[in-house]
Each structure stands twice: as C-alpha cells, then as structure tokens.
C-alpha cells in the first residue's frame, strides 16, 4: 500500500470518531441519521489539518444539525439533481451538456466528503462504476467527433489506481478528435501525498492535459500541498482552480484574495468560482448571489488579473453555466460606452462610426463581450 492509500484507509468515517463535536449522545444520535443518508469520509491528512470547530477545513467536511433542517430522508437524496446531470447522460456517467465537450465519471470516491457536494446522490456509497460503463463512456465519445474536450471526473478521478488511470488516459489519449483532457479532482489539496513521481510521470505521457483543482480556502495549501502542485507544473500540466463561495468558510474578500494569491504563486490559475448549488441539505453554506459579485468587485483592478476567477451560477435543472459580472457598464449605444471602472470612476468610450461597425455593436450581445 502506498503513503496515499493508508490515509485514505485511516479516514474518519463514523461520528463517534469525528473531531470537535458536542459530546451528548442525543446530538450524536441525529448526526448519525444524517450519516447514514450521506457518509461521511475525512482522510488522516485532512483530519490532521483541523484545528478546531470553527475552522474553515471542519465546516466542510464535518456534519451539523442545520443539514437535517432541508434534508428529508434517502429517498429524497437519491433523486436529488440540482443540475440535472442525469438528464444530460446519453449513456451511464457521461454527461454531455455542451456542444463539444463532455464530463466523465469515473468513480464515487473522493479524499474528503464535502457536506455541500453536488452530486451527493452518488458520492461515497459503494457503488462503483463499471469497467463496462467505463468503456460505454469512451466508446460515445470515439464515436461522436463532435467532442474536442473531455473532463474526467466523479468521484475524484485520481483515486482511481495507477494502472488504471494510465489505461483509461491511454485510451482517451488515443482518440484522434479530442484535443484536450481535463481531470477535476480535490486530490492535490486533500490528499497532496497522492501526488507521486509515479502519478507525474503517468501524466506527463499524455499532453495536453489540464487540471482544474478544487480549493476553497488558503489554509488548505499546506507546504504537502505546495509540493505536489509544484511537481504537476513541473510534470507540464497546466492547472486552474475551482472555488464554491460558501457561507462562513470564504464568503469574504480578503479570504478570497489570499487564496487566490497564494494559488498564483503555486502555478494554479483561479478559473471558477461557483455560487452554491441547491443541493439539499446545503441551504446553511448557500450566500446571496450578490456576495459573489461583490468579492469580484473587490478584486478587479486590485490584483492581478490572472488571480479573478469567472463568478458563476451552474443554473438549476440543467441550464449549465452562467456567468455575472459586477454593472461596468453605465450606458450603452451606438455612438459611445460609459464604463465604470475598478475605482468607480466613469470613463467614455466613443464607438467608431463606420456602418459596418454600427451594425456589429448594436445588438445587445455585445454588452457582455464588453465587460468580460
Ligand atoms: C462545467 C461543465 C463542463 C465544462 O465547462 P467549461 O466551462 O468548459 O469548463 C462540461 N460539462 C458539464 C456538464 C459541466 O457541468
């Protein structure tokens, strides 16, 4: 057994056994009805980072009251689809949403279990996904061309073994028409030990692959983690990072801009932060929308650039992605812009005056290209 693979089999998974909670048994007793519903996994690692009830790591991982509070029984979690994920599966665990890429589920295991996970209907229950599915998933996308990008998913795909993961991006890699490969993973953050020499020397062999990494706040970037992002940037992978703004863990400015900071200076690109979705029994992590919008204001024209990530809604019931943007834009017409800027001044922008150019900037699509 690798390093990995005994924290991971050392992770917290019953309440009596969890860290930082009320010591009466009626508590207890109702945590472990939630339990039973939604596991509950907190590799060693992980564990070893908590330092107390109101840590940032704690609420993310470990169960509350408040969960039961929009929670009804199973058979309510096992319908429960915020994103409608499984109306958009032509075949089992692919999700193809978009025109010209797809997501692929791999496993239901993942290092940690975060309490506001979207697809807690799978996540943790012994379930696997089958080497039949599997070849299901990548035989859809060899066969429809259409799709240049394939993002490997869960589940988190690096807990899938060497061996297997090597054959699986060999297959993908393979494929004439996709151009690019994605794996989503919470790993380098939760699991940092994970990352191997083995691990890099696997993805090395199959360019271009992209990671885009789940990281919520900055005390998860631990000198372990800083190691093993440094040696996929050194294995050639280029990563991003994918924030959830949740309710008294980073729903704050600074917060925000530290983690950002500290995911620059590790080669991490931020690429998305994500409103909460609507999963049930997550209502207490959920923030007004203008939160969000608020902390990308906060950062724009105050750091760099490469350290904002898109601010995004993934819409309910399967609508897909939408991003906002704090109002830049004061007026707009054919003969001039009025944009705010970072420091709230207005600045004009007279439009050109040519006919063909009039006729491009006048549909209001263009607002959005503006302010991107
Ligand atoms: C997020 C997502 C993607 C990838 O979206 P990008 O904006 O390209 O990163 C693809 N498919 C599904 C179903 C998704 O939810």
Not at 230 to 238: F, K, N, Q, Y
Not at 284 to 313: C, N, Y
């Amino acid at each position: 057994m690798q390093e990995w693979q005994k924290l991971l089999s050392r992770s917290v998974v019953k309440v009596e056994d969890l860290p930082f909670i009320p010591e009466s048994e009626e508590y207890r007793e109702r945590l472990r009805k939630v339990a039973e519903v939604f596991p509950i996994r907190i590799n060693s690692y992980f564990l070893d980072q908590i330092k107390s009830a109101d840590d940032p790591l704690w609420k993310q991982v470990v169960p509350t009251e408040a969960e039961l509070e929009d929670f009804f029984d199973e058979e309510d979690l096992l319908i429960s689809d915020p994103l409608n994920e499984e109306g958009d599966m032509p075949v089992p665990e692919l999700v193809h949403r978009y025109p010209d890429r797809v997501l692929l589920m791999l496993n239901n295991q993942c290092p940690i279990i975060c309490r506001f996970c979207t697809r807690k209907r799978k996540i943790g229950f012994p379930g696997i996904v089958t080497r039949e599915t599997l070849r299901q998933g990548i035989e859809y996308i060899r066969e429809h061309t259409e799709v240049r990008d394939v993002i490997m998913s869960g589940g988190d795909p690096l807990l899938v073994p060497d061996n297997e993961l090597d054959r699986i991006l060999g297959e993908l890699h393979a494929i004439p028409h996709l151009e690019i490969i994605r794996i989503g993973t919470r790993v380098p953050g939760t699991l940092p030990q994970r990352i191997t020499k083995e691990l890099c020397d696997i993805l090395k062999k199959y360019p271009p692959l992209f990671f885009n990494i789940h990281f919520n706040h900055p005390s998860e970037i631990t000198p372990e983690v800083e190691k093993g992002l440094g040696m996929l940037a050194e294995a050639g992978i280029p990563m991003g990072s994918q924030t959830v703004l949740l309710k008294d863990v980073n729903d704050d400015s600074a917060i925000m801009k530290e983690l950002f900071h500290k995911l620059l200076k590790n080669r991490v690109k931020p690429y998305y932060l994500f409103q909460a979705d609507m999963t049930l029994g997550s209502n207490h992590f959920r923030t007004m929308v203008q939160k969000g919008l608020d902390i990308i204001r906060d950062l724009q024209g105050h750091t760099s650039g490469m350290g904002i990530p898109a601010f995004v809604v993934d819409t309910p019931g399967g609508g897909g992605k939408v991003r906002l943007l704090p109002d830049s834009v004061v007026e707009f017409n054919e003969k001039e812009v009025l944009l705010r800027n970072y420091d709230g001044k207005v600045y004009r922008y007279p439009q050109p005056t040519s006919e063909t150019s009039e006729k491009e900037t006048s549909s209001k699509d263009n607002v959005c290209q503006m302010t991107a």
